[in-house]
């Protein structure tokens, strides 16, 4: 009996002083969260809206790592971010989120009068609303502690803890990028805490949205945090500087500001209008020159060096240099320079990409154009002439379709219509080739 009571001493012993230790750990958490409130809200004051959230936010970490889930601090931290996030940063969602957050915790909590506006009040009775929609049980209840920012590409875990009373058959993370909300089943971890994982490939864009839903067996929904007309947000922090230590998302490449790109391929044309570059006599001694009829033809190499200012991802302007090989016979010139500035606006992302491109210039454009035996005589050899349909001035509009290889080589098959003055000509061609990018 003595060595029983000794032992039951001993494990006295050992657990006053964790009890203690925790609740000083605790203690702290809560004065810190206080002098983190109060400084937050200076900074509000002094209308550093975004200084004011980081501090704020940083108090919402206090408490989770102290593991305080209720109480007048942290309903007031709740409370300071609604009012920042509502009026000094106009963004009602999340103010919505964090007022409702306060809500749930204190029913009883009320806008701070000094600075309540009429637009809080209406986001803060919206607030009360969706708290009232879903009242926090006892026995543990569903409890989710909102996520703010996440690093872009890094696949994010998302953690709840749903207590049996919830009776959930199962929980569901939802979230989007886009317009439409994805879902995953979230797995048990352990007893009550169930984690889901939102994909690195989504975690992208400027935010990204989600909610948790705990369904029956029906699939109905029993509780939950957040709705989809009413999600929480996570700022999506870009990767400027490359992932931190140890292992992560790779950084993302610099965007270009000026390239060159080559095409070398071959094209096929139709012209209407312009006329023959030699003329040529139908009958030889008479006034009756070869009409040049619209046809296609036929250029066996295009090479097309294009010089691009990216505005952005999706905007370039361009200078682009047509030099087309002619296999004419009967003209000594045995190329056509065209020359186009153009803006092009890209649709779609990676590898593949479509484009529409507009602009004009000047510059020659020649057809092979083969007029047989225009003349009937037995004797006279005809063979092929060329048809210049541009003098001075070309307007244009393409539309193409490249697909990168490589970062420096792909495919291009580009289609180009342009009208030609001042002696009218209408030419339309389809050029495909590689396309080799500096």
């Known amino acids: 009996m003595r060595s029983i009571g000794l032992g039951m001493a001993a494990a006295i012993l050992c657990v006053v002083p964790a009890g203690l230790a925790e609740a000083q750990v605790r203690q702290a958490a809560l004065a810190r969260i206080t002098i983190l409130n109060k400084k937050a809200m200076d900074e509000y004051d002094g209308l550093e809206f975004e200084a004011a959230k980081k501090i704020l936010v940083e108090a919402i970490g206090v408490a989770e790592g ?24 106009n963004d009602r969602l999340n103010a919505v989120k964090y007022f409702t957050e306060a809500i749930r915790i204190d029913p009883a909590v009320a806008l701070d009068a000094a600075r309540s506006t009429p637009i809080l009040e209406e986001m803060f009775k919206n607030a009360k609303e969706a708290a009232g929609s879903a009242p926090p049980k006892r026995g543990g209840g569903f409890r989710h502690t909102p996520i703010d920012e996440a690093p872009e590409g890094k696949a994010l875990r998302v953690r709840v803890r749903v207590g049996s009373d919830v009776s959930a058959a199962k929980v569901l993370l939802y979230y ?99 006329q023959s570059e030699h003329v040529q006599p139908q009958v030889t001694g008479t006034d009756a020159f070869v009409d040049i009829k619209p046809g296609g033809s036929l250029a066996p190499l295009h090479i097309a060096p294009e010089l691009s200012y990216h505005l952005s991802d999706n905007w370039h302007l361009s200078a682009l240099v047509r030099i087309q090989l002619v296999n004419a016979t009967t003209f000594k010139g045995r190329v056509s320079v065209l020359g186009i500035a153009r803006a092009k606006r890209f649709f779609g992302e990676g590898n593949l990409r479509h484009f529409l491109a507009f602009g004009g210039g000047g510059g020659q454009i020649r057809h092979r154009i083969a007029l047989g035996d225009y003349d009937g005589l037995e004797e006279t050899a005809n063979d092929i002439v060329d048809s210049r349909v541009a003098e001075v001035g070309a307007f244009s509009l393409a539309y193409g379709l490249r697909y990168m290889f490589t970062p420096s080589v792909g495919f291009v098959a580009e289609l180009t219509g342009a009208i030609l003055i001042p002696q009218f000509a209408a030419n339309l061609d389809l050029n495909i080739g590689l396309v080799f990018s500096f």
């Open 66 to 89: 102290a593991s305080i889930r209720k109480g007048k601090e942290l309903v007031q931290t709740y409370m300071n971010l609604g009012i920042v996030y509502g009026a000094g940063l």
């Open 176 to 274: 989007r990028v886009g317009s439409e909300f994805e879902s995953v089943v979230m797995s048990e971890d352990r007893p009550g805490l169930f984690v889901g994982t939102i994909p690195g490939d989504r975690v992208t864009g400027k935010s990204v949205h989600y909610y948790l839903e705990a369904q029956d067996e029906s699939g109905q929904r029993i509780d939950g945090h957040g709705t989809a007309a009413n999600p929480n947000i996570i700022v999506v922090k870009p990767r400027e500087d490359g992932p931190g230590p140890g292992p992560g998302p790779k950084p993302r490449r610099p965007r270009k500001v000026v390239s060159l790109g080559v095409m070398v391929g071959t094209g096929l044309g139709v012209v209407y209008g312009g």
